[in-house]
């Protein structure tokens, strides 16, 4: 009998406000991947103690990987994070060339292809998320935190090859992505706070939105032109070895 996972994926914090287990999602053939090892989520900086005790308690967090841009980490920080125990690795996820801000990269708020903006974060840091995929591979670094500022795009787009690549159906990876929508309200209000967020739009509209069918079509894009992002990753330099590692790492 099929159970449904979702609330258990769900982990809540004070100050943190889009962050999810990628554990109990099917795999082909059989299997799950594994809860514990990595969770994506949006901005973790302005986390409370109590967050930070939770983090370094129940979750095990031993890895941090921010996929944000050098000028965002530098206007905003890590908050508590800084101090920690926590290994914070910075692999930027942005488009080729991009040094725009996260709000100046969508100026027309209803003029936006986030399909585009998908790919254009993947042709752009190729070498980001195969290292991202080397590092969740690694299982002493685990548990695995990663994420942007809200949780969506650029971990969306990480999140997304992770979990095809380990042979998470898309239905699955498309549900995955969708639930960010259940905390768009909370994620621009908080973004809404940050020096370097200042103009983003009305949630559910151009850089908010939060629309399955974008999924869908960047991965089965990723079949059409790579067969999948197993394919991409070996293209991109993964070996097979370590495509095999990071199988063995999220799925149970």
């Known amino acids: 009998m099929h159970t ?12 943190i406000d889009n962050v999810r287990d990628l554990g109990g999602l099917p795999v082909s053939g059989g299997g ?18 109590t967050d930070l005790a939770y983090l370094l308690g129940p979750v095990g967090l031993r890895t941090l990987v921010d996929l944000r841009m050098p000028m965002e980490v ?3 920080g890590y908050g508590r994070l800084a101090k920690s125990t926590v290994r914070l690795v910075n692999l930027p996820i942005s488009v080729p060339a991009s040094t725009a801000t996260p709000a100046e990269l969508a100026p027309d708020a209803r003029r936006y292809d986030l399909r585009k903006l998908y790919h254009g974060l993947l042709s752009g840091s190729a070498a980001s998320v195969v290292s991202a995929a080397r590092l969740i591979a690694d299982t002493r670094q685990h548990s695995v935190v990663f994420h942007c500022a809200a949780g969506k795009d650029r971990t969306g787009v990480l999140a997304a090859i992770l979990l ?11 549900a995955d992505y969708a ?21 983003l739009p009305p949630v559910r509209t151009g850089i908010l939105a939060v ?42």
Request: proline share 4%; no cysteine; aromatic share 8%.
């Open 4 to 15: 449904d996972l979702t609330p258990r994926r769900w982990v809540e914090f004070a100050e």
């Open 32 to 49: 799950t991947t594994r809860f514990g090892v990595v969770y994506r989520s949006s901005t973790p900086q302005q986390l409370s103690e």
């Open 74 to 76: 530098a206007r905003e």
């Open 164 to 174: 095809d690549a380990v042979g998470v159906p898309a239905a699955a990876i498309v």
């Open 179 to 199: 639930l960010t929508a259940e905390r768009i309200e909370r994620i621009r209000a908080r973004l809404d706070t940050l020096h370097s967020y200042h103009g």
């Open 211 to 252: 629309d399955p069918a974008t999924m869908l079509r960047f991965v089965d894009d990723l079949h059409a032109d790579y067969g999948g992002a197993a394919g991409w990753l070996r293209a991109n330099g993964l070996t097979d070895a370590e495509l095999a590692a990071l199988r063995r790492a999220m799925v149970a």
